[in-house]
């Protein structure tokens, strides 16, 4: 079966013949059964957007609404909860997931290694832990004859990671735990990463359609007798964007001869650009802003001026995750260029 590239929300798990399927629901209502491997092959649809990258733990993520979610997309009918969505806070914003989305950032995009999620002692078919004096490591013995098999290169440090760790084996089991009772879901693991989105904002809240997860670092020790001396596992496709990311800067912007922060002549025009659109509801009973404007605001003038990456910024008076959404809003409605264009002349005549 091949999927059109349209807006799809998969809704449930159901048992069609005895075998698990997902209901996966497109834009007009309509209802569709997929296989485990189509809907790792698919995507939710449309462009991908904004995007925002953002270090998080996963003890601080909370529940949110699937249909709130799928309506953001234009899903809006026979939606239930059973898929799992979950709110990260972040500063400035929020990040809205589902729980299919950090399946396959945990899991890779390999479909080989679909079928193995889907059965009970899965991970122990796909692959066997080498016990040695050496690091500990996986091999994966169930596609060891499939030869030419695409598999990403950072699938082993993905299997040592959920072989090595017991919160991690307890996500991996219950994938299928969840889908034979209906649900899409999983048990988050005890870990903090570090992750890229893409998506869409409404208001304050960032809606993904799509994430990577560039690094894992485990916020637990590893089973006793795993040798494991790796204190974090770099997903080398998501490192690969991210530094490629790392690498981006706006040639416009030039530095002043005290540096790349803004002079307070500057701040008084830029600050009128960036709350002309911005809301950030401190003067309508929401939550008061965690760092001053400026502040974020110079942030995203240093990093997009120099090239460095978002979390290169170090900086106490504020975060890289609050520079990096309030560019990524700016650079979507056009106050960024705005910002750069302004900057541009002011500078260009001074140098």
Not at 87 to 112: E, F, H, K, N
Not at 206 to 234: D, G
Not at 263 to 277: A, M
Request: aromatic share 10%; charged share 25%; glycine share 6%.
């Amino acid at each position: 079966m091949k999927l059109r590239r349209r807006i799809m929300w998969f809704d449930r798990f159901v048992r069609v013949d005895g075998k698990l399927r997902i209901v996966a629901v497109t834009e007009s209502g309509q209802t569709e059964m997929l296989t485990p491997t189509e809907m790792k092959k698919a995507k939710l649809g449309g462009e991908k957007g904004n995007s925002i990258s953002f270090k998080t733990s996963f003890n601080e993520w909370e529940r949110a609404s699937a249909r709130e979610y799928a309506a953001v997309f234009g899903v809006k009918s026979h939606v239930t909860e059973q898929h799992d969505v979950y709110r990260i806070p972040s500063t400035g914003t929020s990040v809205v997931v589902p729980a299919w989305l950090l399946q396959r950032a945990l899991l890779s995009d390999s479909v080989a290694i679909v079928k193995y999620v889907y059965l009970p002692n899965g991970l122990e078919e796909l692959c066997s832990p080498i016990l040695d004096e050496r690091e500990f490591r996986t091999e994966m013995d169930a596609l060891r004859p499939l030869y030419g098999i695409r598999v990403s290169p950072s699938v082993p440090q993905r299997l040592n990671w959920f072989y090595a760790y017991p919160s991690a084996y307890r996500t991996w089991n219950s994938i299928y735990r969840f889908a034979c009772s209906g649900k899409i879901a999983l048990d988050l693991p005890a870990a903090e990463v570090f992750m890229s989105a893409h998506g869409h904002y409404v208001d304050d809240v960032f809606y993904a359609r799509s994430i990577v997860i560039m690094e894992l670092k485990p916020l637990e020790l590893p089973v006793e007798w795993a040798r494991v001396s790796a204190t974090r596992y770099f997903f080398e496709h998501g490192m690969r964007q991210h530094h490629r990311a790392r690498k981006t800067r706006d040639s416009r912007l030039l530095p002043t001869n005290d540096g790349w922060k803004l002079t307070d002549g500057e701040w008084s025009v830029i600050k009128e650009i960036v709350s002309s659109r911005r809301e950030y509801k401190e003067n309508n009973g929401g939550r008061p802003l965690r760092y001053e404007l400026r502040d974020i605001l110079n942030g995203i003038v240093v990093k997009m001026g120099t090239g460095m990456g978002w979390t290169e910024l170090d900086d106490s008076s504020c975060s890289y995750n609050a520079c990096n959404s309030l560019h990524s809003r700016m650079q979507s409605d056009g106050r960024w260029n705005e910002i750069v264009e302004f900057l541009a002349a002011s500078r260009g005549t001074k140098q």
